[in-house]
């Protein structure tokens, strides 16, 4: 399997000599193409960090990330702009959908952003709003969905211009449970249907557990590594609970 993402030796400090914070110490992993794999920790493990520097929010202190072979600690200006319009997606727990747009024109932005040929726009997002089962929500306005039709709209946005990696930020965070596990259930889809590979940072062990693997982080480490193998999904949940137990608490203080 081709690695999409490898995160090699990565560290991250926050202050200055006098108050330094070792925000990640050492992180090394890597994610094939068509890989669902979810990252967990506490408050404070070093999490949201790490997803900070792979979506290029934020640059390390050492370390590589190659995202496609190349190489984005190296880039900068213009060239990180034009490279994370065109290789990540992206998907936010409080959607950041434009209000004053349809799910249609939300997801078709995207691609005009690419500056995508305007005879292939109206197909490409039919095609992507059918995987994610959102083609009667596409005339309308983000106020007029619910919360989980909204979030597949995100998702359908993220998804449609084939980017070579979707980075997901809880995405199940402001969701009800039903609205949940129909995401999730797209995101394997997704997977399985366009190759997609996401990366899905979360709190919610029910949520992980629709993933491929795991890495668990704490102190700005990996700490462990879950691979779900042949196990079913609740053979998953039941060791991802025994994890958050080894990192000191119950689910609750991973969120």
Do not use: W
């Amino acid at each position: 399997m081709a690695a999409v993402l490898q995160a090699k030796n990565l560290e991250k400090y926050y202050g200055n000599k006098n108050n330094l914070t070792k925000a990640l110490d050492g992180i090394s992993f890597s994610v094939g193409a068509g890989e669902f794999l979810g990252v967990m920790g506490a408050s404070g493990s070093g999490k949201t960090t790490l997803l900070n520097c792979l979506s290029t929010i934020d640059a390390v202190t050492a370390g590589q990330i190659l995202i496609g072979g190349r190489d984005i600690t190296t880039m900068s200006g213009k060239t990180l702009a034009r490279f994370r319009r065109e290789t990540l997606g992206f998907i936010f727990q409080d959607f950041n959908l434009l209000d004053t747009l349809t799910a249609f024109e939300n997801i078709a932005l995207a691609l005009t952003i690419l500056r995508r040929p305007a005879k292939t726009i109206e197909t490409q997002v039919r095609e992507v709003a059918a995987v994610l089962g959102i083609t009667d929500v596409l005339a309308k306005f983000p106020a007029q969905m619910s919360g989980g039709q909204r979030q597949r709209v995100a998702s359908a946005r993220a998804i449609v211009t084939a980017p070579a990696l979707v980075l997901a930020d809880e995405p199940t965070g402001a969701l009800d449970s039903k609205s949940a596990r129909a995401l999730l259930e797209s995101f394997q889809h997704l997977v399985r249907a366009r190759g997609a590979t996401i990366l899905m940072v979360t709190h919610d062990p029910f949520s992980a557990s629709y993933c491929r693997r795991i890495l668990f982080i704490r102190d700005g480490r990996i700490f462990q590594e879950l691979v779900r193998g042949d196990e079913s999904r609740k053979e998953f949940f039941d060791q991802i609970i025994e994890v958050v137990s080894l990192l000191g608490g119950d689910r609750d203080e991973l969120r």
